[in-house]
């Protein structure tokens, strides 16, 4: 997942504002994921990832939703953003069984995939696969 138009934001309204966005971001993903089993972390620049181990389709596409929900409630305004006027971040949701013999690489590039379709059907928003 990460911040639709983050780069944007950062140009706008500067680093420390772009900081204290990703900070609150984080702070709304975190508490969006609340067993203990699942792990939020920061991936790199604006991205976030989250492991929802013994999640299925439905679970993983709830906490996405939950996830995107509280991340748009922040309300932190983002005036040059075109899918709202405030930050909103998109995600990519990847399901799968650990006996599938897939690798954590080939996991990240679907859920890679499923993120550029949320973006390309205008971000805001998640897209999901479930795959065996």
Do not use: W
Not at 92 to 115: F, H, P, W, Y
Request: net charge negative.
């Amino acid at each position: 997942m990460d911040v639709d138009h983050f780069k944007l934001f950062n140009d706008t309204y500067g680093h420390v504002a772009g900081d204290d966005c990703l900070r609150q971001v984080a702070k709304a993903i975190g508490g969006s994921v609340i067993r203990v089993t699942d792990i939020a972390a920061r991936y790199g620049g604006e991205e976030f990832a989250c492991i929802l181990p013994m999640t299925n389709q439905d679970g993983a596409v709830a906490i996405a939703e939950k996830v995107r929900q509280s991340v748009s409630q922040l309300g932190i305004t983002h005036g040059y953003s075109s899918a709202a006027d405030h930050v909103t971040i998109s995600l990519g949701v990847v399901t799968t069984k650990c006996i599938s013999g897939r690798s954590a690489m080939n996991i990240v590039a679907l859920a890679d995939e499923q993120l550029y379709a949320a973006k390309q059907s205008g971000r805001n928003r998640y897209c999901a696969i479930q795959v065996e």
